[in-house]
């Protein structure tokens, strides 16, 4: 007896063997995407972003700061995923995104001492080399087609590249008169003008369809909200005019809508 059931035991077992190694061998799915490997992939995501100043004043209480609206800039970049379940994974890469906003900061108390800034508006466009790094969620497919829905969160780290400006300023010189300059994009020359190294959290979400057994395309919507540090230092700017100002501790946000191919 005890023979037997050895040998039906040894059977079963070269049988569920061989069919988990049938499984294994057997290709994917036309239209599915294997998750049990890393995908890579492109995109291309106009944006739309803006600079909003944690106060509505400068640290010193002197300047009032506004911000003045919105302005169009891009990210583009490599994506690489790896799903450690069906539906769970993480997501990193590298981007490059250009970015910006438009400031006004106003002086409270308006003086006509020499080297004071009573006004100043300035348009900065950005650059930013970027690293991201995500939570990934994705739900079935809902429809016969294989489109699936999509969400992440996570953090991204971006390194300074480029930092310009457009401004004008209101000021009374060195010898106490009045004067207004203005200049188009002019280049921030100095480390800490603008801050070199920037954290945003990253929320987002969207829809993914395969269009070959191992490429896929994706439409998404995501927001960028930058918590630290300061983006903007006008203490440290060395320009056409003459004094300095404060403005509100000012952060980067941005909405994306991004395009882009999983290979």
Same mark, same amino acid.
């Given at each position: 007896?005890?023979? +037997?059931? +050895?040998?039906?035991?040894? &059977?079963?077992?070269?049988?569920?063997?061989?069919?988990?190694?049938?499984?294994?061998?057997?290709?994917?799915?036309?239209?599915?995407?294997?998750?049990?490997?890393?995908?890579?992939?492109?995109?291309?995501?106009?944006?739309? #972003?803006?600079?909003?100043?944690?106060?509505?004043?400068?640290?010193?209480? +002197?300047?009032?700061?506004?911000? $003045?609206?919105?302005?169009?800039?891009?990210?583009?970049? *490599?994506?690489?995923?790896?799903?450690?379940?069906?539906?769970?994974?993480?997501?990193?890469?590298?981007?490059?995104?250009?970015?910006?906003?438009? /400031?006004?900061?106003?002086?409270?108390?308006? *003086?006509?001492?020499?080297?004071? &800034?009573?006004?100043?508006?300035?348009?900065?466009? $950005?650059?930013? $080399?970027?690293?991201?790094?995500?939570?990934?969620?994705?739900?079935?497919? /809902?429809?016969?087609?294989? &489109?699936?829905?999509?969400?992440?969160?996570?953090?991204?780290?971006?390194?300074?590249?480029?930092?310009?400006?457009?401004?004008?300023?209101?000021?009374?010189?060195?010898?106490?008169?009045?004067?207004?300059?203005?200049?188009?994009?002019?280049?921030?020359?100095? #480390?800490?003008?603008?801050?070199?190294? +920037?954290?945003? *959290? @990253?929320?987002?979400?969207? /829809?993914?369809?395969?269009?070959?057994?191992?490429? #896929?395309?994706?439409?998404?919507?995501?927001?960028?909200?930058?918590?630290?540090?300061?983006?903007? @230092?006008?203490?440290?700017?060395?320009?056409?005019?003459?004094?300095?100002?404060?403005?509100?501790?000012?952060?980067?946000?941005?909405?994306?809508?991004?395009?882009? *191919?999983?290979?």
């Amino acid at each position: 007896m005890r023979k +037997l059931l +050895l040998i039906i035991a040894l &059977v079963s077992g070269n049988i569920t063997c061989s069919m988990a190694q049938d499984y294994e061998m057997d290709p994917v799915a036309p239209g599915r995407i294997d998750v049990n490997r890393f995908r890579f992939g492109a995109y291309f995501a106009p944006n739309i #972003s803006w600079m909003r100043p944690t106060a509505t004043k400068d640290d010193d209480g +002197l300047y009032r700061v506004k911000s $003045l609206g919105s302005k169009v800039g891009f990210t583009w970049g *490599l994506l690489a995923d790896y799903f450690f379940t069906e539906h769970y994974g993480i997501g990193t890469g590298f981007q490059v995104n250009t970015t910006g906003g438009r /400031i006004q900061t106003d002086r409270i108390n308006k *003086l006509t001492t020499a080297n004071t &800034v009573n006004h100043a508006e300035f348009n900065y466009t $950005l650059q930013y $080399l970027e690293v991201p790094f995500q939570l990934k969620l994705r739900s079935d497919e /809902i429809t016969e087609t294989g &489109v699936q829905l999509f969400g992440q969160i996570g953090v991204t780290a971006g390194v300074n590249i480029g930092k310009k400006a457009t401004y004008t300023v209101d000021y009374f010189d060195a010898s106490g008169y009045p004067t207004s300059v203005a200049e188009d994009k002019e280049k921030l020359v100095g #480390s800490f003008t603008i801050a070199p190294f +920037l954290l945003q *959290l @990253n929320v987002g979400g969207g /829809i993914e369809r395969p269009i070959s057994q191992r490429m #896929s395309v994706y439409l998404g919507v995501f927001f960028n909200n930058g918590f630290v540090p300061d983006v903007t @230092n006008p203490a440290e700017y060395d320009l056409a005019y003459t004094g300095a100002f404060g403005d509100g501790n000012i952060r980067l946000n941005s909405f994306a809508f991004r395009l882009g *191919l999983f290979f």
